[in-house]
């Protein structure tokens, strides 16, 4: 639509509020619109409000549960951006527009009108265009099925109450029908998507810490059926302490930095939109043969040991990162290793990494209304290759392997952060890679040399609460992108975690496959 032209309403009509019947308003769903014009108030200028269907989660028509009203009644979500009271942040918030339609003396068929307006609204807020990288994003089809992992331990253990008191409403509202699944252990939801009959649900979606994906993650991978299985649409939701996948969709939307109940809320906000996305994910081969799947980050030196040892403060929530970067600074460690990477902008094998991983081009992600069976032959389609990731690629060398000359040999030993990061945030305050996106293709490697002050790295992490940690000018930071890097720690101890998780202490490599997992986004601005 060019610049200028007039959108004709698709309805209209004239209707009470809910709850004041005196309050009469004109109503008008456009293409892109709700815009409600209060008819009896003065001046009527001021009583104008518009509403955008891309704000929209859902619309639902029903009667009085009781007595004798032959009205029928019409509710719709909405979850708009806007600026608290007295406050400069701003955040979702939600709305919900409620009208009573009553011009009909049948009972039915004032319910068959509100039906006919509520199925308009889901229908055009639920196509309202999201173009991402200049292409049309795929979207969850309506009525959709969700499996929701909670576990109940994370962060401050508040997981469920959050559920109750948020996203059972949110998911409600947008007329998603999901299935609460409690984990009662680590390892529970690896060994749950293990064996899980994917074709019940089309969407996974993780309400915890960033571990419970991990799990699911590679879970996944581990099936049979990996390669329609990891095209399975992801979700996550805000439960734990780190949230770092979180605040990084949220960062990826283009609105302002939010943080808990405030960015629980725009996370479930993304999810009942329904738009899908390519999301990288890193292959890590550890020494002993093993392999495994990253997300987010690869951690040594002073981020793994306080994302660690600060599990004992982890009733204090996200502070609990904060505390632990304290303790650790008043002990400083400087660890000895040998690093090297693959750059992004100088290697042939990097782009051959990234098309053999990554969905042939010809099948583009599409906006779709399809059925469950129509969604689960798409994935099909988009799925990766026939190998498995865990075999690797004959043009990267494999860990045990030397290295090729396209790599770059970091010349020092001795280090005090190597961290590889996949998505901006390495939690909901941290703004790590602010450059980064969920398929890039790339890895963006820091990191920080020994000789740095305690103050002078303190200032590093302060800034990274602003995102200006890849631009400081200390000398000992280092920062590059990468499409492999691999680490081999020559102190006798240490910490390696992979996603916040501890694994084995010893060499490590870690390679990057582009667009290979799916992920519920809600659209977003990059």
Partial sequence: MEQGDTVAPSLYGEFTVAGSRKLLCAV?????????????????????????LEDCVGCRAFRPGTGADPAAYLAAYFYPLRRRWMCSRVSRQRVEQCFRLCSLQDPDANLEEAKKWARAIRERSGCQPCVRDGVLMSQLPRPCRMMLLVNPQSGKGQAL?????????????AGVSHTLVITERQNHARELVREADLSQWDALVIMSGDGLLYEVINGLLERSDWEEAIGTPLGILPGGSGNALAASLHHYSGASPVFSKELLVSCGFLLCRGLVSRMDLVSVQLGSGTRLFSFLSLAWGIVADVDIESERYRHVGSARFTVGMLVRLASLRVYRGKLAYLPAERTRSGRACRERCAPPAQYSLHNSCQSNNSLRARRLEERPPSHHPTAGHADLPQLSEPLTPDWVVVPEKDFVLVLAMCHSHLAEDLLAAPSAAMDDGLIHLSYIRAGISRSALLKLFLAMEKGAYPDSSCPHLVHATVRAVRLEPLSPKGIITVDGEVVEYGPVQAQVHQGMARLLTGGGAR
């Fill in 161 to 173: 109450t959050l559920y109750n008191n948020h996203i059972q409403r949110m998911l409600n509202e």
């Fill in 28 to 52: 008008c769903l456009t293409d892109r619109d709700l815009i409600v014009q209060r008819l009896n108030s003065a001046p009527v200028a001021r009583h104008r409000l518009v509403f955008s």
